[in-house]
């Protein structure tokens, strides 16, 4: 396994072949190009939530502090994302990366002093509480998990979208709301047959 920043596919670093970029079209996917003989094709949307029974969510990113959203121009809602490929960073790579790349930035689990992470890549870099499970992780050992419903409520980010009858793999079931009871009901009906 390489030692800096080792490919997702095939572990090995510091292999030209190995690099790789993803580019955002404005209504699809993200498309990922690499020359690694070990690639294979896989859900990014999937990949980047997990779940029970494939908990890795090690997926190429974009590092939003080299290629920075631009805020929308005045009098505009929204801006439209440029859609050229930009080189990706594995998420198992990105404490890393930031370390290395971006030195001013505090890290949570690895550098302390520096100035906050901005709420994206705090949520980028963490580790779900289910991927540290499964890597059998010790609790006392466990790295920076990222409370993602606060960091949604700080920065007034997918209050809409977000949905309240769902919850976390991990979150217990009591935290949902309970069921409303039926205010109105319909009378029965019969029919009779007659023979």
């Not at 790579?93 to 930031?98: D, L, S, V």
């Not at 991927?131 to 466990?142: K, L, S, T």
């Not at 700080?154 to 991990?170: F, I």
Request: hydrophobic letters at 35%; one cysteine or more; aromatic letters at 6%.
């Amino acid at each position: 396994v390489g030692v800096h920043s080792p490919c997702g596919f095939c572990a090995c670093s510091r292999r030209p072949e190995c690099t790789i970029t993803i580019a955002f079209p404005s209504n699809a996917a993200p498309t990922l190009a690499t020359k690694c003989l070990y690639q294979h094709h896989f859900r990014y949307g999937f990949a980047d939530h997990g779940s029970k029974n494939k908990p890795c969510r090690n997926i190429p990113l974009k590092c939003e502090l080299c290629h920075p959203i631009l805020p929308p121009e005045p009098g505009r809602t929204s801006r439209r994302a440029v859609s050229g490929a930009v080189e990706a960073v594995w998420r198992y790579n990105m404490p890393k990366h930031i370390l290395k790349e971006h030195a001013e930035y505090s890290v949570p689990g690895y550098k302390s002093i520096g100035v906050p992470l901005p709420a994206s890549m705090l949520k980028a870099i963490s580790l779900s509480d289910l991927e540290q499970a499964a890597a059998r992780i010790p609790q006392e050992r466990r790295l920076f998990t990222c409370d993602l419903e606060s960091l949604e409520k700080e920065n007034n980010v997918g209050s809409s979208s977000k949905s309240t009858g769902k919850r976390h793999a991990l979150q217990p079931a009591a935290s949902l709301p309970s069921k409303r009871a039926r205010t109105a009901m319909k009378p029965l009906q019969m029919t009779t047959t007659l023979i």
